[in-house]
Antibody, heavy 116, light 106 residues
């Protein structure tokens, strides 16, 4: 059974960089697309971007200037960096797997709060 | 960016009733639409992909239909565990989700 687990700081200061890692267990990270999706409290879902195991990426244009994703296949991990954060970036951040387009496995989510 | 709208925002029904949820796209997405279920404190779960295909392990009471810009998720007879928020998602980059429909107990 594939499992995804997000990890990283739960509190980030304004203007700093949010960094999260997703560890994949129970299956290979290869040959899938790996996404980050976020959800502010009480609100809907926003796709941040995805990375393929080759390292190719697609980012949401609304966040593209601040987002960097990377993958480490040797560790079965992929990562998100979001720079220059503000309070508007406070949300639950999910990592998720897709064969191509639809998300069939999700992490449990991790709350990241942006506050001084 | 393709914008998805969902209606109604809230659907109040009793167990055993039929639920019909709507998702409309701002432009045609062909049949490339998925539905997810999310319960409080949990990640979303994939129910339907490509408009009408049930994901692995999803009960037959969930069905999807539609193409182009108008889509429907139907739950034929609501079970207690079906009361949740439902989101649609289209697969053109950037992927976008609808704002959700909450199905609550009447």
């Amino acid at each position: 059974q594939v499992q995804l687990q997000e990890s990283g700081p739960g509190l980030v200061k304004p203007s700093e960089t949010l960094s999260l890692t997703c560890t994949v267990s129970g299956g290979s990270i290869s040959s899938y697309y790996w996404s980050w999706i976020r959800q502010p409290a009480g609100k809907g879902l926003e796709w941040i971007g995805r990375i393929y195991t080759s390292g190719s990426t697609n980012y949401n244009p609304s966040l593209k200037s601040r987002v960097t994703m990377s993958v480490d296949t040797s560790k079965n991990q992929f990562s998100l960096k979001l720079s220059s954060v503000t309070a508007a970036d406070t949300a639950v951040y999910y990592c998720a797997r897709a064969e191509v387009y639809y998300f069939d496995y999700w992490g449990q989510g991790t709350l990241v709060t942006v506050s001084s | 960016e393709i914008v998805l709208t969902q209606s109604p925002a809230t659907l109040s029904l009793s167990p055993g009733e039929r639920a019909t949820l709507s998702c409309r796209a701002s432009q045609s997405v062909s049949s490339y639409l998925a539905w997810y279920q999310q319960k409080p404190g949990q990640a979303p779960r994939l129910l339907i992909y490509d408009a009408s295909n049930r994901a692995t392990g999803i009960p037959a009471r969930f069905s999807g239909s539609g193409s182009g810009t108008d889509f429907t998720l139907t739950i034929s007879s609501l079970e207690p565990e079906d009361f949740a928020v439902y989101y649609c998602q289209q697969r053109s980059i950037p992927f976008t989700f609808g704002p959700g429909t909450k199905v609550d107990i009447k």
